[in-house]
């Protein structure tokens, strides 16, 4: 299986800053990775799929980049709406394995 | 819009079997695979598998063969997983989620809101 390693765990930031999330695949996916976003009583949102595709309806703000086993999902100048769990997800190979979480705070 | 509206929490002995349901809307059900995943807190995220309802075929995470057993009903746009010889372990919030296919594998476009299974006895 693919292991997916996200850092960090935890991130602590202002709106307005920018910030990456780092996500590591433990082989190449080429460029098939997502990104979803977790908040409280909503249902998990799509982000960005095949490593830099933004899901219609996903914030500029919004990018992801990589290929290969290192991907980053940015933020840019961050909206209060922003402060969520972000986590990764590989789509070249089953099974399907995600990363285990960034949890974005405010600071 | 699409969504997909999932059962209530069950509370379940070990042991036992419980069968959870996730109902589409707003789309073509036949037309799209329905994953389901598996959420544990410190565990994160793992895909169990998925069902084309269009025709029911699946696949399954090799980790549940013979744990999880998913099924769908045209009629009624609703797919259900089965989880069968329940332990502690399978206390978790799983989510049904519609699939899109890249030309690889699937990533995941709508998630269901997630059901809270506990087992205990």
């Known amino acids: 299986d693919v292991q997916m390693t996200q850092s960090p765990s935890y991130l602590a930031a202002s709106p307005g800053e920018s910030v990456s999330i780092s996500c590591k695949a433990s082989?190449?996916?080429?460029?098939?990775l997502a990104w979803y976003q977790e908040k409280p009583g909503k249902t998990n949102k799509l982000l960005i799929y095949?490593?830099?595709t933004l899901q219609s309806g996903t914030p500029s703000r919004f990018s992801g980049s990589g290929s290969g086993t290192d991907f980053t999902l940015t933020i840019r100048s961050l909206e209060p709406e922003d402060f969520a769990v972000y986590y990764c997800?590989?789509?070249?190979?089953?099974?399907?394995?995600f990363g285990s979480g960034t949890k974005l705070e405010i600071k | 819009q699409v969504q997909l509206q999932q059962s209530g929490a069950e509370l379940v002995k070990p042991g036992s079997s419980v069968k959870i349901s996730c109902k589409a809307s707003?789309?073509?059900?036949?037309?799209?695979?329905m994953h389901w995943i598996k959420q544990q807190p410190g565990n994160g995220l793992e895909w169990i598998g998925w069902?084309?309802?269009?025709?029911?075929?699946?696949k399954y995470n090799q980790k549940f063969n013979g744990k999880a057993t998913l099924t769908a009903d045209k009629s009624s746009s609703t797919a259900y997983m089965q989880l069968s010889s329940l332990t502690s372990e399978d206390s978790a919030v799983y989510f049904c989620?519609?699939?899109?296919?890249?030309?690889?594998?699937?990533?995941?476009?709508?998630w269901g809101q997630g059901v809270m299974v506990t087992v205990s006895s």
């Open positions: 707003g789309y073509t059900f036949t037309s799209y695979d």
């Open positions: 069902i084309y309802p269009g025709n029911g075929n699946t």
């Open positions: 989620a519609r699939g899109r296919w890249t030309g690889r594998v699937h990533y995941f476009d709508y």
């Open positions: 997800q590989q789509h070249n190979e089953y099974p399907l394995t």
């Open positions: 095949s490593g830099s």
């Open positions: 082989k190449s996916i080429n460029t098939y």
